[in-house]
């Protein structure tokens, strides 16, 4: 009995660290309906301009706002303004800036 509620809950666990794993944001953006071209405006495409990604998400004091509920907001600090690109990749694992300096082991760039 205890055995197949562990092996249960290791499937759950390891069901969603794959799903968050495999799908890549551009994916996650193309399931949304979205097109390449929302974020690339040139032919080939090219690094995507944070301007970019401003177009929908606002301002980055709006994105920061979704993300004050952190002790440590990634989107508000020391560091001003940095590109959305030096944490969150198109189509490859993304990286914490924060963590060229710091271990913010909490933080999970999406
Ligand atoms: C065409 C509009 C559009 C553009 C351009 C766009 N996004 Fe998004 N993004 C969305 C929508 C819609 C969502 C889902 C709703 C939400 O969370 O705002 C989203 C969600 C996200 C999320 C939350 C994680 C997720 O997958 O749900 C992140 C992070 C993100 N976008 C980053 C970016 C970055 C970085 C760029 C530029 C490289 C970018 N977005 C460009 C529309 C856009
Ligand atoms: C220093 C790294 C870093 C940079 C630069 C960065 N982000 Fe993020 N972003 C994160 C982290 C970490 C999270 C997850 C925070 C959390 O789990 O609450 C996040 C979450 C998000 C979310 C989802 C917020 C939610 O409601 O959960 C969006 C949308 C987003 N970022 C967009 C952007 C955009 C647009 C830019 C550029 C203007 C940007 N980010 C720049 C690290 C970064
Ligand atoms: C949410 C925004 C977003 C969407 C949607 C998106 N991309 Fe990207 N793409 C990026 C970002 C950001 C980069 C920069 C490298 C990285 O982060 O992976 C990139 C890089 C690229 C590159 C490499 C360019 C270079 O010189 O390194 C190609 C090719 C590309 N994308 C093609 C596509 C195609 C084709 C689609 C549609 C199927 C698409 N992208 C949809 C954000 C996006
Ligand atoms: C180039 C190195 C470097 C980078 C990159 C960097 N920091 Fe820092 N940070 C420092 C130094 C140095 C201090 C001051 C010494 C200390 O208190 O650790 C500091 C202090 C802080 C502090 C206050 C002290 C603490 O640890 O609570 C916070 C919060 C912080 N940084 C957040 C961030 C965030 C968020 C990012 C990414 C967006 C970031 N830092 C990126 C070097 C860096």
Redesign the pocket.
């Known amino acids: 009995m205890l055995k197949t509620v562990v092996s249960i809950l290791v499937l759950a666990l390891s069901a969603t660290t794959s799903f968050a794993a495999d799908k890549m944001l551009a994916d996650r953006h193309m399931e949304r309906g979205g097109k390449c071209e929302a974020c690339h405006t040139t032919m080939p495409p090219k690094a995507v301009a ?1 301007q970019q ?2 177009v ?5 004091d709006k ?1 920061a706002a ?2 004050d ?2 002790d440590i ?3 508000d ?1 020391h ?1 001003e ?8 990749r198109g189509h490859k694992k ?5 963590d060229e300096c710091h271990e ?1 082991r ?5």
């Open positions: 944070t990604c401003l929908c998400h606002g301002s980055y994105v979704r993300t509920k952190n907001n990634p989107h600090s560091i303004n940095p590109d959305c690109t030096s944490c969150h993304p990286v914490l800036l924060c913010f909490e933080l999970k760039v999406p």
